[in-house]
């Protein structure tokens, strides 16, 4: 019985430690008295209004852009090119490099055999620091005049700046998808 409670712990463990590693943190903030259905169409505030996060990457700067596009167009808002559309997008993307540590690490063991009981406990008292990068994603609406926000979606989590342009794109999309199925907010 005593087993079966151990392995069943070790599992849900396992399975907690998986979770947290693959994981997306998503939020949003949003102006709560805002018609959020009266929007209609948007364009992208000016750079020279509003100073983007990624500099001299123009690169990600396009495929940030299409995946906002492309995710606000399939929830039937229009890009429009003039200065009075219903809401200005604009986002911000920062990369930092982050540190971890694993600190004292152990394991239980336990068995039978024809010869009885046994078992073990191993204790790890060496610790690990290992670097990794983290993204935070910060897309911003603001009003008609673009002076006052009203939604906030934003995303952080790991990644790999040495990825592809193929990979790297798939992350953004993702990224983006999960940030935008935000909006517009439930009241």
Known sequence: MK???????L???????LVACSSVSVRQD????????GLKTFAWMSVKDKEYGIKNNELVDKRIRAAIESKLSEKSYQLIESASPDFFVSY???VE???TSSGVSGGVS???SSHGRYGGVGVNTGSQVKAYDQAALSIDFTDP??????????????VSVSSGPEESTAIINETVDKVLGQFPPEK
């Open 3 to 9: 087993i079966n409670l151990v392995k069943t712990v």
């Open 11 to 17: 599992l849900l463990l396992m399975g907690a430690m």
């Open 30 to 37: 949003y102006e709560k008295n805002y018609n959020f259905s």
């Open 92 to 94: 911000h993307l920062t």
């Open 97 to 99: 490099q982050k540190l």
């Open 110 to 112: 336990l068995g039978r």
């Open 145 to 158: 005049d673009g002076d006052k926000l009203i939604w906030r979606g934003t995303s952080t989590q790991s």
